[in-house]
């Protein structure tokens, strides 16, 4: 028993405890875009000066697909994360402090 990993290296164990965490099958949602993704990157300094589009952490497919082959189910919870808005876009004049 054990993992082998994407790179096809090979993990030996008695036993494997999986904690799937939110990169099954993960999905990224931009506004009414949806793309496969684990988790947005922050871009860095470096990244804007060098225009660097959106960055990605790619999402657990592979893994995925292995547990729907083996019957056990996999679904998604909905966290119903709200957007992030940024404070310098809001036109805070005529509200109440």
């Given at each position: 028993m054990g993992v082998e990993m994407q790179d096809g290296v090979k993990l030996r164990s008695k036993s494997v405890v999986l904690t799937t965490g939110t990169f099954l099958?993960?999905?990224?949602?931009?506004?009414l875009e949806s793309m496969p993704a684990g988790r947005f990157m922050r871009h860095t300094?470096?990244?804007r000066e060098n225009n660097v589009g959106l960055k990605f952490e790619p999402p657990s497919n592979a893994l995925a697909a292995s547990i729907k082959r083996l019957n056990f189910p996999v679904s998604r919870l909905r966290?119903?994360?709200p957007p992030r808005l940024s404070k310098?876009?809001?036109d805070y004049t005529g509200l109440e402090s």
């Open positions: 099958a993960a999905q990224c949602h931009i506004g300094d470096k990244d966290t119903g994360t310098k876009t809001i």
